[in-house]
Nanobody, 114 residues
Framework: QVQLVESGGGLVQAGGSLRLSCAAS????????MGWYRQAPGKQRELVAV??????NYAESVKGRFTISSDNAKNTVDLQMNSLQPEDTAVYYC?????????WGQGTQVTVSS
């Protein structure tokens, strides 16, 4: 088992930045893929960014604006979000998964005002 705790969400004006952090209760070294997802009201949860063996992948809508990073020593997965837009408003969830299991955080709200 591993607990994931997200932080860093909040209210920001369009064009602003936020940095989300996901802290794991134990080592994340064993997880193959770590990522961030988001869910806006009335919409399905969608992939934002993932990192696996140092390689990153982003949703088209956030490419060039968001950056995902992980720190195995600190057991954290961060998401730097720049040039935020109102359509980025959602609850953001951290996810880690291996071949046999997957874990989600409780989510952190990001609200971008126009």
């Amino acid at each position: 088992q591993v607990q994931l705790v997200e932080s860093g969400g909040g209210l920001v004006q369009a064009g602003g930045s936020l940095r989300l952090s996901c802290a794991a209760s134990r080592s994340i070294f064993s997880f193959n893929v770590m990522g961030w997802y988001r869910q806006a009201p009335g919409k399905q949860r969608e992939l934002v960014a993932v990192i696996s063996s140092g390689r990153t992948n982003y949703a088209e809508s956030v490419k060039g604006r968001f950056t995902i990073s992980s720190d195995n020593a600190k057991n954290t997965v961060d998401l730097q979000m720049n040039s935020l837009q109102p359509e980025d408003t959602a609850v953001y969830y951290c996810n880690v998964r291996s071949r046999i299991d997957a874990y989600w955080g409780q989510g952190t709200q990001v609200t971008v005002s126009s």
